[in-house]
């Protein structure tokens, strides 16, 4: 399978957006404040102002595909609630996201999650033997079928086929209630 979307965030750093990936495509903000900063990702949460869900996306072209990400640090100052992988995103109200949350009682807990009409639903949780910064998380997706990853060992499948949704060509990255690092 080849790679069509990737970004190393290795450039200059740019207090306006991620700007372009590795690849070429540009990326596009939907919510939040998002930044390169020292060959990262990062998202600054701000009090007053920021989104519940800060979200950045990128074209891939296809609706079914393998999105990954290798989880940063969320130790202080990276203080995050939740962080994750978006894709099939459609638009703010349509789109899938994996999640993982550090906050008493969900730290290392995977959540498969749709957005439906504005509405976020946990569709499954799953809770891998060992999570740790740098790991790498993946979703793989085709039609209606789901399997997550971590480090490349499958940790939890799920079948869309009884509620299948709109499923767009973008994915991207989401953080959750905090400022967070992304390599």
Do not use: K
């Not at 079914?64 to 992988?85: E, M, R, Y």
């Not at 999570?131 to 940790?155: A, H, K, M, Q």
């Amino acid at each position: 399978m080849a790679t069509l979307v990737s970004d190393d965030f290795n450039r200059a750093n740019d207090p306006t957006g991620l700007g372009t990936a590795t690849t070429g495509q540009v990326w596009s903000t939907i919510a939040g404040n998002w930044s390169v900063n020292s060959s990262q990702a990062l998202m600054t949460w701000i009090q007053a102002s920021s989104p519940a869900s800060s979200i950045v996306v990128i074209e891939s072209g296809f609706t079914d595909g393998i999105t990954s990400l290798v989880l940063p640090s969320v130790d202080v100052p990276n203080f995050a609630a939740g962080i994750g992988l978006i894709f099939r995103y459609v638009n703010s109200s349509y789109y899938w996201r994996l999640m993982t949350f550090d906050f008493p009682g969900a730290h290392g807990q995977f959540r498969l999650q749709r957005v439906y009409a504005g509405s976020t639903s946990t569709v499954i949780d799953v809770d891998p033997p060992v999570v740790s910064d740098g790991c790498t998380i993946e979703v793989r997706y085709c039609d209606v079928l789901f399997e997550i990853f971590v480090n490349g060992v499958s940790v939890g499948t799920y079948d869309d086929t009884g509620n299948p949704q709109n499923y767009g060509t973008q994915c991207g990255l989401v953080s959750v209630s905090g400022s967070t690092f992304f390599d």
